[in-house]
């Protein structure tokens, strides 16, 4: 296991079977640049990472690497590594490749999804809706617990779509994705019911109309999309 920290709290980077020593390095930085523990634009200064995550210069720099090629990272001509800046103008682009591949994998899962599939997301839309409505009476950030069971149950909805290339790419579109909520404030608090809309996507799936669920999808995805463009832009974004 990973227990990503911050300065002064050191956290041994553990590999689990079958990982390099890079790749558990590579997990532990992705998650804290999806979280936001290491923010947009920061300088990823290897004496720091090495304090950070308690690791050798070498797994460091082979992780950041991979990070590169996954675009969480980007390296400057003898300034090194930092963490990729978000840009609200690029997340648009981003919004309907991830759109695109969502759809696709919907489709397929609703197609072949089994009695399996059916329990998986009426878990995963059962501890959501208890994360929404939880949500709708706060007013303030939302918390990780919101943002895991989000998706889960997302990924519980395309789990049946039987192509991993599929799911592979979808994967790191929602990473991307995920940072750009976690990095502005969130507009929907009080003005949408998201527990609504997952429980008609739910409905819909589960009713085998997936041209019902792909509609209610794009549409959810849209609204939050609009919803960060309405944001205050992050710190480093490019606007």
């Not at 790749?23 to 640049?33: G, Y």
């Amino acid at each position: 296991n990973i227990q990503a920290g911050s300065v002064g709290a050191p956290s041994d980077v553990l590999p689990e079977q079958g990982e390099t020593l890079a790749q558990a390095a590579c997990r532990a930085l992705r998650i804290d640049i999806i979280s936001g523990e290491r923010r947009p634009g920061e300088r990823l200064r290897m004496e720091r990472l090495k304090a950070i995550y308690n690791t050798g210069p070498t797994p460091l720099r082979e992780a950041l690497q991979m990070l590169v090629a996954e675009g969480l990272v980007r390296t400057e001509e003898n300034r090194g590594f930092m963490v990729a800046p978000l840009n609200f103008y690029e997340f648009e682009d981003l919004n309907v490749a991830r759109t695109a591949i969502e759809v696709a994998a919907l489709r397929l899962s609703i197609e072949q999804g089994d009695s399996t599939w059916e329990a998986g997301v009426v878990a995963a839309s059962y501890l959501l809706e208890k994360q929404d409505t939880a949500l709708l009476e706060m007013n303030a950030e939302v918390p990780a617990s919101w943002e895991f069971a989000n998706a889960n149950f997302h990924s519980a909805l395309v789990a049946a779509c039987g192509s991993q290339w599929l799911l592979r790419v979808r994967a790191g579109l929602q990473d991307q994705c995920a940072r750009y909520r976690r990095a502005s404030v969130y507009q929907r608090i009080g003005q949408r019911d998201l527990r609504d809309e997952h429980r008609a996507i739910t409905e819909s799936a589960l009713a085998r109309d997936a041209d019902s669920a792909v509609a209610l999808i794009e549409q959810h995805f849209a609204m939050t999309a609009q919803s960060l463009y309405d944001a205050p832009r992050a710190e480093g974004d490019g606007s």
